[in-house]
């Protein structure tokens, strides 16, 4: 973001409060702070007492930095406090999921006693194949209501599952099955996208050539394709799960058993799998599920519009409106060209009340024009939520003046897979909101923006968002890795945790987030690696060296942009045709996911160095940005960059 730009923003004027109407009903209340702040374990304390436990924790707790265990001694299972205990409680009869198809082709309604039948079925399942509690099984799943039943079953037996995003690569998947050592994946024939039928097994095929550790894959029939098969080590849902019984009996495990790992993108080439434990996750889930959407179980309609292979649809589709029993829309599909008004159709025909997705989602729609919204009545909605990247003001505005009818609070949520929920949000009901600001950390939560000594900056200043103290869903490691743990959070500054985050507070000492200002690129809020795009690239036998920035775009918030040194093999009609672009472009796409994939390839005879041999990567972004080159006297080789902004002149680029 440019200084002008930034500036703008901090000083933006417009303040929205919160309708009378909901704040006079509100989960929350502008007393939490103080209350947390006053004795914040004690806080947490009250929101943990929420869930369902076997047995009380003893201490709230334990924290030896970067160490931490919470609610110790207590035990409970994720999966009754998900669905048996709503059941018990006589709200079998709610749904808990309207699950909409790709394009509303097909509807399924799943109450929580459904879901308690399939989820004992899946458990029962699971555990005839040898799943038992400790073991990792991984999940590679599109949006289908069997998705949450398998994440639901591997918590209900105490086995981490670990979720693998259905768009990525083989390579992907296998490198987080070896990782995570799972013995067993769980899938489905195919999947449908943008209206058509797409494969999903024959990645996991691919993927287990490489990963000896799998023994069993339970495959669910979604679009009826022709799949190779194993036999011995792969099997039919239906032969397995559906004839299994639906009773099981759930045991409780420690508030600190290990619920599920995620991997999500750092600044080398390797995904670090993100640890998460069951009893301080679900509190912190559910409390802020409650309080950041007011959600009222008995009449709202909730909809989550993210995907269950990323955090978001875990701690928002999948456990935080399960712990509150409330009932959710779940789609498969994603905004379409060709299906413009689905959303606005499917948010009227269901009455959905509160909606949570991305700024880059946001984006579409608004380019997409009011017009598509206007034959739609949206006024059931009352609460409108925003994650994954910074939200411009523009798009702010948009969601809530024409999705809201200018009547709804627009919570904009910061958070990371790595916290596991919300952190920085205003509350609906409390806060009178800027458009693009995050606000405040919520109640219970520390955190603070640091300049580079890590003291914190006044009002009006900028630096990195750190966090202060420990927090219940913070993440309890990663997976094998305790040095890495400590190295990438706990390292910049001692026993704070470092985010990884840009950020400025206002003048009344509101907190904007900036983006990354790590290798991280966030594209269509999507964490992706440079590191990582730059490994897939000299993986290519045409390439010899590779460095990749992510550029603003103003659909996307960033973009991935590459610049490429060809091997001197490589003739030079060949490197500069638009076939070997297309070749590099699609190389990444395999190799990662399509998700990856640049949208620009620069082919380069050099990259710009300094003298050290670094490669200046600012000065690449620039480029890809368009701007004015800053001080360049440190380059090795000053025409280098002359090329390369010839090469982007000259059109060697491509959108999708
Ligand atoms: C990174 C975490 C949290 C679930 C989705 C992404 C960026 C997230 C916001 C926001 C500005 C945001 C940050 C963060 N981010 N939410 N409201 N405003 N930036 O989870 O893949 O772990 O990515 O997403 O850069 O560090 P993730």
Redesign the pocket.
Known sequence: MTEPALDALLHESRRFEPPADLAAEANAKADMYDEAGRDRLAFWERQAADLTWSAKWSKVLEWEPPFSKWFIGGTLNGCVNAVDRHVEAGLGDRVAYYWISDGDTERRTITYADLLREVSKAANGLASLGVKAGDRVTIYMPMIPETVVTILACARLGAPHNVVFCGFSSDSLSGRINDSDSHVVVTTDGQFRRGAPTPVKPAVDEALQKTPGIEKVLVVRRTGAEVDWTEGRDHWWHDVVEPASDSHEAEAFDSEHPLFMMY?SGTTAKPKGILHTTGGYLTQVAFTHRVVFDLKPERDIYWCAADIG???GHSYIVYGPLINGATSVMYEGTPHPADKDRWWKLIADLKVSILYTAPTTIRTLMKWGAEELAPHDLSSLRVLG??????NPEAWMWYRENVGGGRTPVV???????TGAIMISPLPGVTATKPGA?MTALPGISAEVVDNEGKPVGNGGGGFLVLTEPWPSMLRGIWGDDERYKETYWSRFPDVYF???GAKKDEDGDIW?L??IDDVM?VS???ISTTEVEHALVGHPSVAEAAVVGATDAMTGQAIVAFVTPRGSVAEDVSSGEEFVQSLRDHVAKEIGPIAKPRQVLVTPELPKTRSGKIMRRLLRDIAENRELGDVTTLLDPTVTDAIRERMAGGDTKEE
């Open positions: 999500t990323w955090i978001t925003s994650v994954g990247e910074p939200i904009d949520t910061w958070w990371q897979t790595e995050a985010a990884g985050d987030l983006g990354r966030n809020g999507h964490r």
